[in-house]
């Protein structure tokens, strides 16, 4: 094969009004693909993780007090929408998948490496700005890999797909922390910063050669065409609607932005939350029963995985979502270990919702799985909102009684999850792509092993009309 060659199969451009085999892809060939993008939700993971951790760190080191700290969420969520809806959107729609993780990594990489002087400076402000080039590496990232787990492969599991995936993403959210509790909090501050340098220039490098990979992988491309194929299949023809019409779409980026708000808001204040309830715990510890909490995430996110293959997915979701609101509530009042114990609960049960959440969201979208991915992605901007609110709580009352911020935030997320079991308008085509066989049945005919497409949506229309005339 000749570099020509080798460069033409490895094209990051892909045209979306062209249906390809991978809109019928089995599990088996959706096995390497799934694989490779699951390691991009360990990183993000990590990432989110390490923040929560460094929340508390900087108030430390720099001074600072909670609300302030609460800057690093507000810039790390607070890129999310720049990328879900603009930048990264715009690069998923005109070149595909892969050209979108390749940018997301190496803005990644590039913020990760702006963070080595802002550290050195001990400038509060500068890191700040390093973050927020990172949350847009990051926003990028999800924008694309979220939807791409969903529809890489059979369509009946694409919540189990998307849950197990993000488990690993939660495995993230417990090494992070558990690595700021010996390399953070145990050392002087001086060494404690130094420390934090070089674990971001370990980033850096690791996500550049993650980089690299994708760029030598070939990964299927799913584009609009095959996304309207699945919706046709599966009789969930939403997307016959225009996007603006999309009001499951928007509703659920709405929950999204309410839970992730409460979710984040809870982690990023958990350190202080233990701290302030159990003064006998120091920050090394709290950090590490962050760390255990967070093993009750990802616990809980193989947990839910596992009813989905039994149970709807979206019954998990309601009591998931209402089991949250339930053990949040006394966390509020009670003290110590109790009120400890009552957050790791809610972080169990947490753990489902975003992926669910943006699963539901994209059922029968079809062609406007692409855009409409990027709203229910925007909504992660909740978590630049609710925790310097729950910060502001916490400076003027304490930690504890911060905790009513999230459970509001919890309980206007729930309004999703009602309608997505009671309204028929939300619950059917939820449930049809349950039900398919698409994917579970080898290829569609006429596609075209060797080229991996078929005629353009229209002809593949025209010709389906045919038949049944």
């Known amino acids: 094969m000749g570099f020509k060659e080798f460069l033409k199969r490895r094209s990051l451009k892909a045209k979306d009004d062209k249906r390809t085999k991978a809109a019928e892809l089995t599990l088996r060939e959706s096995l390497y693909p799934i694989c490779l993008v699951t390691v991009l939700f360990f990183l993000w993971g990590f990432s989110y993780g ?48 892969r050209a979108t993780f390749i940018w997301g990594l190496c803005l990644y990489g590039i913020g990760a490496l702006i963070a080595w002087p802002c550290i050195l400076a001990k400038s509060f402000a500068g890191f700040c700005m390093a973050i927020f080039v990172i949350g847009n590496g990051l926003g ?9 787990i969903t529809v890489c492969g059979p369509p009946r599991y694409a919540e189990i797909r998307i849950n197990i995936s993000q488990a690993f993403n939660g495995i993230g959210t417990v090494v992070a922390p558990v690595l700021g ?17 070089w674990v971001y220039l370990a980033i850096a490098i690791f996500v550049f050669v993650l980089a690299f ?13 095959d996304m309207a194929f699945q919706a046709t299949e599966t009789h969930a023809n939403a997307d016959d609607k ?13 929950a999204q932005f309410c839970y992730t708000g409460a979710q984040i808001a809870i982690a990023s204040y958990f350190i202080n939350y233990v701290r302030d309830t159990q003064p006998r715990a120091d920050d090394a510890l709290a950090s590490q029963l962050l760390a255990g909490a967070q093993g009750g995430f990802a616990a809980g996110r193989f947990f839910g995985s596992f009813l989905m293959r039994f149970v709807r997915p979206r019954w998990v979701f309601l009591v998931f979502l209402t089991m949250c609101i339930v053990f949040v509530a006394p966390s509020i009042t009670q003290r110590g270990w109790t009120g400890m114990s009552m957050l790791y609960v809610t972080l ?11 699963a539901l969201g994209m ?3 079809g062609r406007h799985t692409k855009r409409g991915s990027g709203w229910i992605v925007a909504g992660v901007m909740g978590g630049a909102a609710v925790p310097p609110l729950t910060g502001v709580a916490a400076d003027k009352h304490n930690t504890a009684l911060a905790m009513v911020v999230p459970l509001c935030f919890f309980v206007a997320a729930l309004s999703y999850a009602i309608c997505v079991n009671y309204v028929p308008a939300y619950r059917d085509p939820a449930d049809a792509f349950s039900t398919t066989e698409v ?8 596609v075209d092993e060797e080229a991996g497409e078929v005629g353009v949506l229209g002809d593949e229309k025209v010709a389906k009309s045919e038949i049944e005339s």
């Open 50 to 97: 390490l923040l929560d951790t460094l929340n508390k760190h900087f108030q430390n080191t720099l001074n600072i007090n909670k609300s302030r700290s609460s800057g690093l969420q507000a810039a790390y969520f607070g890129a999310y929408p720049l990328a879900s809806l603009g930048h990264a959107n715009w690069i998923l729609r005109h070149y595909g998948y």
């Open 140 to 148: 990028s990232l999800e924008t694309a890999a979220n939807p791409y």
């Open 181 to 197: 509790s010996y390399v953070f909090f145990t050392f002087d501050d001086q060494t404690a910063l130094r420390n934090v340098q």
């Open 213 to 225: 990979v994708f760029f030598l992988s070939v990964i299927p491309e799913i584009t609009d065409a």
């Open 242 to 254: 225009p996007f603006w019409k999309q009001y499951r779409l928007f509703h659920a980026a709405f």
């Open 348 to 358: 169990f049960f947490e753990s489902i919702c975003f992926p669910t959440i943006v």
């Open 363 to 365: 059922r029968g979208l």
């Open 439 to 446: 994917g579970l049945t080898g290829h569609h005919a006429g």
